[in-house]
T-cell receptor, first 112, second 112 residues
Framework: KQEVTQIPAALSVPEGENLVLNCSFT??????LQWFRQDPGKGLTSLLL?????REQTSGRLNASLDKSSGRSTLYIAASQPGDSATYLCAVLETSGSRLTFGEGTQLTVNP | GAGVSQSPSNKVTEKGKDVELRCDPISGHTALYWYRQRLGQGLEFLIYFQGNSAPDKSGLPSDRFSAERTGESVSTLTIQRTQQEDSAVYLC??????????FGPGTRLTVL
């Protein structure tokens, strides 16, 4: 059974800092990996999707990497802003494409 | 274009009653997923529909839970004889095949 772990569970940083969120998964037989953002009381917003054959994806200040063989992914956020405050979720899609398995998230607070 | 919509946004019910939750996916998306997020916990996969294939129901927690989808359009998740442990936010997502999943805002279910 796939298990996804995210470290740290919570992170508080001053505005402007660069930061890294970590995600690990136990079964490397994945189809893709997605990073999501969840704001309180709202649904999930997809940030980046990395196919299993890819090593990284970038969107604006966000960069996500994937090392499938070691079961790890990182989300790098450059020049953090208070608007980045949210819970960040990592999820892996199994090869059948039928389900995403989510980590429990990292709650990020960026202080002005 | 329109995103994934879910109704109702909030539902309060008494223990033992049946409830129906509705999801309208993004037009043209062949895949539809239901997830559940209990308070303070991660997202749990419930069920997956892909086109006209048999759904993957392996995440449904008990036989009180069922879901239907008409073609590639609306889906309903039904919970019979609700229990207090069914209280959660129920999230629906849709995608093109196994690409990025787009989530709706969720239905918050409270069972008294």
């Amino acid at each position: 059974k796939q298990e996804v772990t995210q470290i740290p569970a919570a992170l508080s940083v001053p505005e402007g800092e660069n930061l890294v969120l970590n995600c690990s998964f136990t079964d490397s037989a994945i189809y893709n990996l997605q990073w999501f953002r969840q704001d309180p009381g709202k649904g999930l917003t997809s940030l980046l999707l990395i196919q299993s054959s890819q090593r990284e994806q970038t969107s604006g200040r966000l960069n996500a990497s994937l090392d499938k063989s070691s079961g790890r992914s990182t989300l790098y956020i450059a020049a953090s802003q208070p608007g980045d405050s949210a819970t960040y979720l990592c999820a892996v899609l199994e090869t059948s494409g039928s389900r995403l398995t989510f980590g429990e998230g990292t709650q990020l607070t960026v202080n002005p | 274009g329109a995103g994934v919509s879910q109704s109702p946004s909030n539902k309060v019910t008494e223990k033992g009653k049946d409830v129906e939750l509705r999801c309208d996916p993004i037009s043209g998306h062949t895949a539809l997923y239901w997830y559940r997020q209990r308070l303070g916990q991660g997202l749990e996969f419930l069920i997956y529909f892909q086109g006209n294939s048999a759904p993957d129901k392996s995440g449904l927690p008990s036989d009180r839970f069922s879901a239907e989808r008409t073609g590639e359009s609306v889906s309903t998740l039904t919970i019979q004889r609700t229990q207090q442990e069914d209280s959660a936010v129920y999230l629906c997502a849709s995608s093109l095949r196994s690409l990025t999943q787009y989530f709706g805002p969720g239905t918050r279910l409270t069972v008294l």
